[in-house]
Structures are given as C-alpha cells and as structure tokens.
C-alpha cells in the first residue's frame, strides 16, 4: 500500500440501506478527514479525527458516522442511505503536527443511492 | 461566515499564461492551498502560502494578500495536460480546510 486508499471504487446502493466506505493510509498521518463532492459546490466536510481515538464532525455530518480505532483505518457509515447522499466521496490525512496541514486524497469512492 | 470565491470557469490557449483568482473570508487565518484536480480523479497538492507574496514553483506561481484576502495561481507556457479544476483552500484558525468550489480550466490548441 503506498498512499491512501478507499473501497470500494463505485457502489450503487438502495435507499435504506447501510453501507461502509473503507479508508486506509499507511503514512502514519494523525489526521484523517472525510469529503464529500457534489457538481458546482466545494469539498464539503463530513467528520475528521485528529488522532487515534478521537472523532469530530464537519460541514455535512447527519446521516454518516466514523469511527478511529487506530491510526491507519478511518472508514465512514452511512446507517440508512438516501438519495441524496448520492456524491463523491474522498478520504484524506495529513501528519496533524498542528502546522501546516497538507492534505492528501485517495481516489474517492463514487455512490450511487437509488 | 467563511467563504471561498473563485470563477467558474476559465478557458485559456495552449503556450498562454493564465491566472486563477481567489478570495476568501474565514474565522482566522493560518494559510491557502492550491489543489489540481483532474476529472474523475482525486484533487493533489499544488501550493500552500503563508506569508505574502509570489512562489514559484516551475510554470506554476501562487500569490498571497492576506490584507486583501485574496490570493492567484498562475499557470505559465500552458499544456494540454493542466486541464484541470484548480481549488483554492484556506485554513481557518483550527486549521481546518475551507474549500472554494473550484476553476474549471480548458485549455484550447
């Protein structure tokens, strides 16, 4: 592994169903951070962690849960989907030295509600 | 409230220079990134400005007025390749990212 990734890559979903998207770094970064990315509209945050252990929410947090069991996993739960969690979603990490606090993005993963 | 601003959209030649605009109103203030981001892919790294000023990074500039709340990157001898959507980022006084929406750069022969 090298970076960031997430899983899965797409997913087409019914509505009301439960879903977890899967987020992994192996930089050892203290910060991770989950976006998501809708046409027209800036990367919006969903919740971060700013260490292991710790979780907070963002811009868009209702309908989504996370959890930090360690440094390296960060993965985001929708409990019941609906259609418009319908986005692109990009996990993030950076070192969380409380400096300068450079992102950086896995691949995204692209769900469909219906 | 915190607000990034930047244009929709730009298009500019092949071999131009292009320069992409930003303005920003966050609670607090510790610096801007700009990211690229390819379509379909995940936005990486371009710059980040702390202090005010032009940095140079090869065909890419960024410039910073914390004054003015605004800052730029400029993109010289344009490719095909920086077809892009550029994102501007600032950092509130947490140092959370606040993101704009994005410049989607075309970039004609």
């Known amino acids: 592994i090298a970076g960031i990734t997430q899983a899965p890559t797409s997913q087409i979903l019914a509505a009301g169903r439960r879903m977890t998207l899967r987020c992994t770094q192996d930089?050892?970064?203290?910060?991770m951070y989950w976006y998501r990315q809708d046409l027209g509209l800036g990367l919006r945050l969903i919740h971060y962690?700013?260490?292991?252990?710790?979780?907070g929410k963002g811009e868009v947090p209702d309908g989504y849960s996370v959890s930090r069991a360690n440094t390296d996993d960060f993965p985001l739960t929708l409990a019941s989907a609906v259609p418009s969690q319908t986005s692109v979603y990009f996990c993030?990490?950076?070192?969380?030295?409380?400096?300068?606090?450079?992102?950086?993005f896995g691949p995204g993963t692209r769900l469909l509600v219906l | 409230g915190q607000n990034i601003d930047q244009p929709t959209e730009m298009t500019a030649t092949e071999g131009a220079i292009v320069q992409i605009n930003c303005t920003y109103q966050?609670?607090?203030?510790?610096?801007l990134f700009w990211y690229q981001q390819h379509a379909g892919e995940a936005p990486t790294f371009l710059s980040y400005?702390?202090l005010d000023g032009l940095e140079e990074k090869g065909r890419f500039s960024s410039f910073l007025s914390r004054s003015k709340g605004y800052s730029y990157l400029l993109l010289k001898e344009l490719q095909m390749k920086d077809s892009a959507s550029y994102l501007c980022a600032a950092t509130d006084s947490n140092y959370q990212l606040i993101w704009g929406a994005g410049t989607k750069l075309i970039i004609k022969p």
């Open positions: 966050t609670s607090g203030f510790n610096g």
């Open positions: 962690s700013n260490t292991a252990g710790t979780t």
């Open positions: 930089m050892r970064h203290n910060a």
């Open positions: 400005n702390v």
């Open positions: 993030a990490s950076s070192e969380g030295d409380g400096t300068q606090e450079t992102q950086y």
